[in-house]
């Protein structure tokens, strides 16, 4: 009974997966976002300054591609703490708006990063977006 409401209050939200770019869908909408985050890099403990495209910084920062593997991330962050970072952002501007109940993504293509991610994309994909607030992750195979 839980699991229905549960249901017919959350928003699904599809997330087309692409090394260069995620597009993230709900109800009609689409929002695309580029694959790279951008963190401070003032000393401190690091801050997400921005996501996506080159976003208007005026602070000294590191930009990470989060899909290309000559791009490493650097000593002091972790590549996934990125990607949680880079899924929270891309959630919450694809809701619009903060909500109750989580939402369920539903990835596709997520085979197009197998060569990056050496065969462990769906794990590492859901981790992410369950660390970014998912309910639930499920994968369609095109």
Not at 42 to 71: C, H, Q, Y
Not at 76 to 103: M, N, Q, S
């Amino acid at each position: 009974m839980i699991a229905h409401i549960i249901r017919i209050f959350s928003s699904d939200v599809e997330v087309e997966v692409n090394h260069d770019y995620f597009s993230f869908r709900r109800k009609g909408q689409e929002i695309n976002f580029r694959t790279v985050i951008y963190i401070s890099n003032d000393g401190g403990k690091p801050r997400v300054l921005g996501v996506g495209d080159s976003p208007v910084i005026t602070e000294s920062n590191i930009r990470i591609d989060l899909f290309k593997p000559e791009a490493q991330g650097v000593e002091f962050v972790a590549k996934a703490e990125c990607l949680d970072a880079f899924f929270r952002y891309c959630i919450r501007k694809t809701l619009g708006h903060r909500t109750v109940i989580r939402p369920r993504i539903l990835f596709s293509n997520s085979e197009s990063l197998r060569t990056i991610l050496c065969g462990y994309q769906r794990i590492i994909l859901s981790r992410a977006a369950m660390n970014a607030g998912a309910r639930e992750c499920l994968f369609t195979i095109k």
